[in-house]
Nanobody
Framework: QVQLVESGGGLAQAGGSRRLSCAAS????????IAWFRQAPGKEREFVAA????????SYPDSVKGRFTISRDNAKNTVSLQMNSLKPEDTAVYYC??????????????????WGQGTQVTVSS
């Protein structure tokens, strides 16, 4: 029902910034809540940020709160993740994911049926 493609990954220095984008195609993009997850080698997939269909509600774990910001532009069918004050532990493949809008935002991968292919972010010291 919706297709997602991430972009913007690459190499960054510790303390630097990078902006990721998730482009969506298909019908009714504004009907979906969107989240970002990341997965480092040997680790479980980790929740990074989520945003409601309206953009009025957002959620972050303590590991990125104050450093990362999620936003969306439904007119352009895009969701962005602005990453500031990057740390080496932010190194991972970053994925965007979608589920149908509801009253709650979710933090586990199993709650999201639609996924992009991921984009690599590497943060060096």
């Amino acid at each position: 029902q919706v297709q997602l493609v991430e972009s913007g990954g690459g190499l960054a220095q510790a303390g630097g910034s990078r902006r990721l984008s998730c482009a969506a195609s298909g019908r009714t993009f504004s009907s979906y809540n969107i989240a970002w997850f990341r997965q480092a080698p040997g680790k479980e997939r980790e929740f990074v940020a989520a945003i409601s269909w309206s953009g009025m509600s957002t959620s972050y774990p303590d590991s990125v709160k104050g450093r990362f910001t999620i936003s969306r532009d439904n007119a352009k069918n895009t969701v962005s993740l602005q990453m500031n004050s990057l740390k080496p532990e932010d190194t991972a493949v970053y994925y965007c994911a979608a589920n149908l809008k509801g009253s709650s935002l979710y933090y586990t991968p199993s709650r999201y049926p639609y996924w992009g292919q991921g984009t690599q972010v590497t943060v060096s010291s």
